[in-house]
């Protein structure tokens, strides 16, 4: 896995390039702003780790950059205290989570495993662009659901907890579980939300939602896809 570090505190550099190496990370760095995108645009990395103030062009135009020519990298971006104004509209512009500097590396780790637990190309199904059950047909990559080619209105929240329902199908997955690969590591949802979105997924995909045929319960684990 490669992760390209774009940050130009050489102290914080060398700490977590040496900590991700050990890790097992294949680590790249950029020490500003336009060497980091021009890093980020030419070659493939699993993760991106931005700090927000940068000489030559900030975090926030790297990330908005990356974003529009559809680079899909998952970005951990690190903030100062007190910008979180800016910590909000980096997410806006595409940023998958942030950490607010000061920070435990340990930390830093258990976010980086989360985003790339997240992220599809590794999850442990397959990373077909298209999959389809029963009369459900799913494309990954338009973000769309057609039911008996009509087209099925999901939220974001439920079309994530679908595609990594199916990406990781056949196992069996804890409500906590999905709730962190789902809404993510700093979620305020409740392990209800995920009973929730589950019904309304099988409300609208399964041909019987009181006996869910794909989505199913495991009782006392929690929910697995089958197909
Ligand atoms: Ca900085």
Redesign the pocket.
Known sequence: MRILLI???EGLVITLSDRLRNEGFEVDFASDGEEGLAKATSSEFDLIIL?????KKS?LDVCRDLRRSSIETPILM?T?KGETIDKVLGLKLGADDYLTKPFEVMELLARVEALLRRSPVHSNGSSNEKYAFGEVEIDFNRAEVLKAESPVDLSAMEFKLLQFLVENRGNVHSRNELLDAVWGYDAMPTTRTVDVHIAWLRQKLEENPKRPRYIQTVHGLGYKFVS
């Open positions: 940050e130009d505190e700090d927000l103030m940068l000489p975090g690190l100062a």
